[in-house]
């Protein structure tokens, strides 16, 4: 699976971005997507993902209420759509797929869970 990830960019606080990642390839294979990122200096964190048959969405506590996750099974395409934005957002954000149920369901939060990963997208939210 090939991921394009895409709609990053420069966002004044409170401002809103859509990020998209495009799959191509065996997306038969894929059973859930998920966006992380990683801020400078910090570590890679858990965003949100989306079971991609059933639907079903999960959030850090962070962006909840705030971010929302979904995807067009027809293009291969899963969304990020970025509300009240705020300067502790300004990271790369990259988007993954998984294969494996059970790795999914047991630590959907770890990039362990994951197979494969997009080339990121830079969001940089301004104060």
């Known amino acids: 699976v090939q991921l394009q990830a895409s709609g990053g960019g420069l966002v004044e606080t409170g401002g809103s971005l859509r990020l998209s990642c495009s799959a191509s390839?065996?997306?038969?294979?894929?059973?859930?997507m998920g966006w992380f990122r990683r801020a400078p200096g910090k570590e890679r964190e858990f965003v949100a993902a989306i079971r991609w048959s059933a639907g079903t969405t999960y959030y850090a506590d962070s962006v909840k209420n705030r971010f929302t996750v979904s995807r067009d099974n027809a293009r291969d395409t899963v969304y990020l759509q970025m509300n009240g934005l705020k300067p502790e957002d300004t990271a790369v954000y990259y988007c993954?797929?998984?294969?494996?149920?059970?790795?999914?369901?047991?630590?959907?939060?770890?990039?362990?869970?994951?197979?494969?990963w997009g080339q990121g997208t830079q969001v940089t939210v301004s104060s």
């Open positions: 390839g065996r997306t038969f294979s894929i059973y859930a």
């Open positions: 993954a797929s998984g294969n494996r149920q059970s790795a999914f369901l047991t630590n959907y939060r770890g990039a362990d869970a994951y197979d494969f």
